[in-house]
């Protein structure tokens, strides 16, 4: 079983949708990334959190670090917006990022 | 203020040859990470870099990997022997601190033929 598992694996949305990803991870962590991808393959970091909620323009993030869960949520959703979305966790043992497998996300127009 | 800057973006090796990927980090960013991605699968973690130091080099496959920050000038992973199953894109980021937002780098995509 992966360290940080992402749900769903591909997603696949109509232009306007609302959309949410989810990650699920089971070690201790002092930080979660969020990650996009495009074709092409550029990464860029969506957000970094530890706690509560962060949002930037139609990007939402959140964590619960209780229930070791985070959440993505896109809404109106654009095709511009399809992309590889990628959960990764700091872990708190150590300096690496553990990565889920990534969330394929298309949205049609 | 450039970004974390990658090169060469494409590299073909034959087998048997020596790989160098480099990366400069962000102006003020004194922490580096070196991350593959394989065809089809996620990315995984290879090596964190300070400035003249190897942090964490667990990720590193033992043999003919090899990486360096050295005090002036760009990270370097270097592949020695390289074989079809190094081929891969390898990333790079870099953070001003250990525990800040990473910025990352567009890539090498390596292909050994």
């Known amino acids: 079983k992966n360290e940080v598992e992402q749900s769903p694996q591909n997603l696949t949305a109509q232009e306007g949708e609302f959309i949410t990803i989810n990650c699920s991870y089971s070690v201790g962590i002092s930080a979660l990334h969020w990650l996009q991808q495009h074709p092409g393959g550029g990464i860029v970091s969506l957000f970094m959190?530890?706690?509560g909620k962060k949002k930037h323009g139609r990007l939402i993030a959140t964590i619960n670090i209780q229930e070791k869960h985070s959440s993505l949520h896109i809404t109106a959703s654009h095709p511009r917006d399809s992309a590889v979305y990628i959960c990764?966790?700091?872990?708190?043992?150590?300096?690496?990022?553990?990565f889920g497998e990534g969330t394929q996300l298309t949205v049609n127009p | 203020n450039a970004g974390v800057m990658q090169n060469p973006r494409h590299l073909v090796r034959r087998r048997g040859q020596e790989a160098r990927l480099r990366c400069s980090p962000m102006k003020g960013h004194s922490h580096v990470y070196w991350y593959r991605q394989l065809p089809e699968e996620g990315l995984k973690f290879m090596v964190y870099l300070q400035k003249e130091n190897i942090i964490d080099e667990s990720g590193m496959p033992k043999e003919r990997f090899s990486a360096e920050f050295p005090k002036e000038g760009p990270s370097i992973l270097r592949i020695q022997q390289v074989v079809r199953g190094d081929s891969a894109a390898y990333f790079c980021?870099?953070?001003?601190?250990?525990?800040?937002?990473?910025?990352f780098g567009n890539g090498t995509r390596l292909t050994v033929t």
């Open positions: 959190l530890s706690s």
């Open positions: 980021a870099s953070s001003r601190t250990g525990n800040s937002p990473l910025h």
């Open positions: 990764a966790v700091w872990e708190t043992s150590g300096s690496r990022l553990t």
